[in-house]
Structure formats: C-alpha cells, structure tokens
C-alpha cells in the first residue's frame, strides 16, 4: 500500500511539473501581438512599416501611425537587437488619450507608483508598474508649453515577489 501511494504521488508531482513547464511559453510583452525578442520582421507585423532612427543608435527603430487597440499612438519607437530581438518599446499617444490610457493601466495592473517632478520651465509627472513580467513607465512631460505623454514598456529584470 505504501509503495503504490509513494508511485501515486510521483506520477502526480510529474504530472504537475509537466503542465507547469509546458504552460511556459514566449512571454507578453507590453500589449497583445508582441513578445519580448521577437525579431523586427514579426514586430512589424504587429506594429506596421519601421524605419532606422538613425544610424549612430544602430536597432532602433520608429513606427508612425500606429493603433494600439483602437487608440492612435502618434509614434512607435522599439530597439531589436540582432540576436535577442525586442528589447524595448515606447508609444507616443496624444495628451488627450493620457486619462484613457493610465485608466487602462490602472484597471490592468493596479495602482502604480507615481511622482512629479517639478522645475522653473520643466514638469514631469511619472507613473511606474511592475508586472513582473514587464516594467511600465508613463511619463507626461510639460517642456516650454509642450505636453508629451509617453509609455515605455522594457522586460523586468526584478520580479516583484522575490522583493
């Protein structure tokens, strides 16, 4: 009896670890469609046509007119490496879409952390997620009258629950 439940319980343990491991898959990156080291064929896929931003930063690259959703994000800036594919992506959105937007985040990832910056001709306000599996800056600038409202998504390099 005590054989045949010790077998039980490691059929069960394996049976475990299989589904665990094989639920590991590419992970998200930053919204649908895209995974972090995805190579710049398949990001352009997602995102649309991208062009060399220049060429003193070799890789990275900028998407104009692109949805997120159903949200238009005035730009697209991403960096490919050659060998680990998508490492980084920042949207441009419109000021006006800013409440939208930090409601979805909020709503997907819950409250974040959040600062301002403040100086006589510069003011930043800076919202921060950690996933786990990314880390979210959004950041609205306010420069000589301009207002920029910015995410940039990058892989976490710090999972939350080993804090």
Same mark, same amino acid.
């Given at each position: 009896?005590? *054989?045949?439940?010790w077998? /039980?319980?490691l059929l069960i343990?394996?049976?475990?670890a +299989? !589904?665990?491991l094989g639920?590991? =898959?590419?992970a998200?990156?930053?919204v649908?469609?895209?995974?972090? *080291?995805?190579?710049?064929? /398949?990001?352009?896929?997602h995102?649309?046509r991208?062009? +060399? !931003?220049?060429?003193?930063?070799? =890789?990275r690259?900028v998407?104009r007119e692109?949805l997120?959703?159903?949200l238009?994000?005035?730009s697209?800036?991403?960096?490919?490496?050659p060998?680990?594919? +998508?490492?980084?992506?920042?949207y441009e959105f419109a000021i006006?879409?800013?409440?939208e937007?930090?409601a979805?985040?909020?709503a997907r990832h819950?409250q974040?952390?959040?600062?301002s910056?403040?100086?006589?001709?510069?003011n930043?306000?800076i919202?921060?997620?950690?996933t786990?599996?990314d880390?979210?800056?959004a950041?609205?600038q306010?420069e000589?009258g301009?207002?920029k409202?910015?995410i940039?998504?990058r892989?976490?390099?710090?999972?939350?629950?080993t804090?």
């Amino acid at each position: 009896m005590k *054989g045949l439940r010790w077998v /039980q319980n490691l059929l069960i343990g394996a049976g475990m670890a +299989l !589904l665990l491991l094989g639920g590991i =898959g590419t992970a998200e990156a930053c919204v649908e469609g895209l995974a972090w *080291g995805m190579p710049l064929e /398949q990001v352009e896929t997602h995102l649309g046509r991208s062009q +060399l !931003l220049n060429q003193q930063q070799s =890789g990275r690259y900028v998407a104009r007119e692109v949805l997120l959703d159903r949200l238009p994000v005035s730009s697209a800036t991403f960096d490919i490496d050659p060998e680990q594919g +998508l490492k980084t992506l920042a949207y441009e959105f419109a000021i006006d879409d800013m409440t939208e937007v930090l409601a979805g985040l909020r709503a997907r990832h819950g409250q974040p952390l959040s600062t301002s910056i403040k100086e006589s001709r510069h003011n930043e306000q800076i919202w921060v997620w950690n996933t786990g599996e990314d880390l979210i800056t959004a950041v609205k600038q306010d420069e000589a009258g301009q207002q920029k409202f910015l995410i940039s998504y990058r892989p976490s390099r710090l999972r939350p629950e080993t804090l």
